[in-house]
Nanobody, 125 residues
Framework: VQLQASGGGLVQAGGSLRLSCAAS????????IGWFRQAPGKEREGVSC????????YYADSVKGRFTISRDSAKNTMYLQMNTLQPDDTAVYYC???????????????????WGQGTQVTVSS
């Protein structure tokens, strides 16, 4: 399984970015997918995730109403649409996949088996 994240960049506060994560090595929805981020000096945190099979979604409180996660099974790609970006959103963003995760596991990085390489998002004030 390989994950390739892209779409990061520098944006002003209030702007938008869409992150993409192309996956290879698995094609079915038995894998949960997620976006995580890690800012300098902070632990990696769950941003948004989609559960295995049932498609339940998790959003961190700090991004609810601003970020939207989606997956295109035909393209084996997942997305994170990020709107109204704020300086506190600045971090390296990672995509991840893990088999057969239930909702209570989604937000925890240790639940995931496969990770992309990370893409930098910088929001200027």
């Amino acid at each position: 399984v390989q994950l390739q994240a892209s779409g990061g960049g520098l944006v002003q506060a209030g702007g938008s970015l869409r992150l993409s994560c192309a996956a290879s090595g698995f094609t079915d929805d038995s894998y949960a997918i997620g976006w995580f981020r890690q800012a300098p000096g902070k632990e990696r945190e769950g941003v948004s995730c989609i559960g295995s099979s049932d498609g339940t979604t998790y959003y961190a409180d700090s991004v609810k109403g601003r970020f939207t996660i989606s997956r295109d099974s035909a393209k084996n790609t997942m997305y994170l649409q990020m709107n109204t970006l704020q300086p506190d959103d600045t971090a390296v963003y990672y995509c991840a996949a893990g088999p057969r995760l239930i909702y209570s596991q989604l937000r925890y990085p240790e639940s995931y088996t496969y990770w992309g390489q990370g893409t930098q998002v910088t929001v200027s004030s």
